[in-house]
Nanobody, 128 residues
Framework: EVQLVESGGGSVQAGGSLRLSCTASGFTFDDGDMGWYRQAPGNECELVSTISSDGSTYYADSVKGRFTMSRDNAKATVALQLNSLKPEDTAVYYC??????????????????????WGQGTQVTVSS
């Protein structure tokens, strides 16, 4: 069973930084693609960033240049560094895994795609 455990998050003022981490187990991490989604209050799930097994990354336009996603295959961990935070970044952030050998599960919020696993979510609150 694929499992994801998130850490990090918290409350900061606009312009501040936070770092989210997600530790995976239950699959061959090196072969999996990972992503971060977020859900702001009253909104659908929004894709924030992805990192593929070869290390290539994708960022939503809203976070490009401010957020950085990385992976450490030795520790089966991905991280999301959030810099220059804005109040509109306030949301619950979810880590997600895509593993070809695992069944898919529904996401935690509307419009979330089925993935191999989802983290429990971590709150990020940015005040102006």
């Amino acid at each position: 069973e694929v499992q994801l455990v998130e850490s990090g998050g918290g409350s900061v003022q606009a312009g501040g930084s936070l770092r989210l981490s997600c530790t995976a187990s239950g699959f061959t991490f090196d072969d999996g693609d990972m992503g971060w989604y977020r859900q702001a209050p009253g909104n659908e799930c929004e894709l924030v960033s992805t990192i593929s097994s070869d290390g290539s990354t994708y960022y939503a336009d809203s976070v490009k240049g401010r957020f950085t996603m990385s992976r450490d295959n030795a520790k089966a961990t991905v991280a999301l560094q959030l810099n220059s935070l804005k109040p509109e970044d306030t949301a619950v952030y979810y880590c997600a895994a895509s593993d070809r050998g695992s069944p898919l599960v529904l996401g935690p919020c509307p419009k979330a795609p089925p993935m191999s696993a989802w983290g429990q979510g971590t709150q990020v609150t940015v005040s102006s």
